[in-house]
T-cell receptor
Framework: EAQVTQNPRYLITVTGKKLTVTCSQN?????MSWYRQDPGLGLRQIYY???????DKGDVPEGYKVSRKEKRNFPLILESPSPNQTSLYFC??????????????FGPGTRLTVT | AQKVTQAQTEISVVEKEDVTLDCVYE???????LFWYKQPPSGELVFLIR??????QNEISGRYSWNFQKSTSSFNFTITASQVVDSAVYFC???????????FGTGTSLTVIP
C-alpha cells in the first residue's frame, strides 16, 4: 500500500529536549516536505526537499532541522523544542518532474506538545 | 502577504444545499499549480484536485466542481447537494514552478447540518 508514515503519532516533551519525528514514504517520490498546522493559520511549510541531499527552507523553518540522506526518509529534528512549537505536524511526499508540481500525499500527522 | 486567501473561515449549510468555497491566490509566476485538499474530522489530508495555470477549463467530478478564473485569481470549489460526509476543513493551495514551495490557505470549515 502506497503511504507516508510518521512516528511518533503523539509526543509530549519538555522544553529543550531534542527530538526527532521520522517520516518515510514507499512511493519513490522525489519531493518531500514538512508542515505544521495551527488553528487559524492553516498549514505552513517548514522545509522541503527536492531530492536526496537537497533541502530548502519553507515559510517557518526557525527552530527546525531536516536531512535527506535517503530518498524514502525525511526526518524532522527539533534540537531545542520550545512551547511555541506545540503543533500538529504533517509530512508529505510527491512525484516531481522538471518544473511541475504534483499532488502531495500526506502522512497521518504527529501531534507534538512541548511543556 | 498571504499568497492564498480563503476568506470564509466557517460555513454551515443544511444538507442538500449547494455551497461554494472561495479561494483567491496571488502569484507573479506564469506557471503555477493550484490544489484543493479535504481534512475530515479524523484529521487526514485528502487530495481532491490539481490544476495548472495553463488549464482554465472547469472540472466536475460527481457532486464536486471547480471554477478556475485567472482574470480574478480565483479557484473556487462548489459542492452540489451537500451531504453530512462533506463536513470537513477544506484547504486551497498554490505551488509556484519551479521553486516547488507550497502555500496553503487558512482553510474553510464546512459543517453540513442534517
Amino acid at each position: 500500500e502506497a503511504q507516508v508514515t510518521q512516528n511518533p503519532r503523539y509526543l509530549i516533551t519538555v522544553t529543550g529536549k531534542k527530538l526527532t519525528v521520522t517520516c518515510s514514504q514507499n512511493m519513490n517520490h522525489e519531493y518531500m516536505s514538512w508542515y505544521r498546522q495551527d488553528p487559524g493559520l492553516g498549514l505552513r511549510q517548514i522545509y522541503y526537499s527536492m531530492n536526496v541531499e537537497v533541502t530548502d527552507k519553507g515559510d517557518v523553518p526557525e527552530g527546525y532541522k531536516v536531512s535527506r540522506k535517503e530518498k524514502r526518509n525525511f526526518p524532522l529534528i527539533l534540537e531545542s523544542p520550545s512551547p511555541n512549537q506545540t503543533s500538529l505536524y504533517f509530512c508529505a511526499s510527491s512525484f516531481r518532474a522538471a518544473g511541475v508540481s504534483y499532488e502531495q500525499y500526506f502522512g497521518p500527522g504527529t501531534r507534538l506538545t512541548v511543556t | 502577504a498571504q499568497k492564498v486567501t480563503q476568506a470564509q473561515t466557517e460555513i454551515s449549510v443544511v444538507e442538500k444545499e449547494d455551497v461554494t468555497l472561495d479561494c483567491v491566490y496571488e502569484t507573479r509566476d506564469t506557471t503555477y499549480y493550484l490544489f484543493w485538499y479535504k481534512q475530515p474530522p479524523s484529521g487526514e489530508l485528502v487530495f481532491l484536485i490539481r490544476r495548472n495555470s495553463f488549464d482554465e477549463q472547469n472540472e466536475i467530478s460527481g457532486r464536486y466542481s471547480w471554477n478556475f478564473q485567472k482574470s480574478t485569481s480565483s479557484f473556487n470549489f462548489t459542492i452540489t447537494a451537500s451531504q453530512v460526509v462533506d463536513s470537513a476543513v477544506y484547504f486551497c493551495a498554490l505551488s509556484e514552478a519551479p521553486r516547488n514551495q507550497f502555500y496553503f490557505g487558512t482553510g474553510t470549515s464546512l459543517t453540513v447540518i442534517p
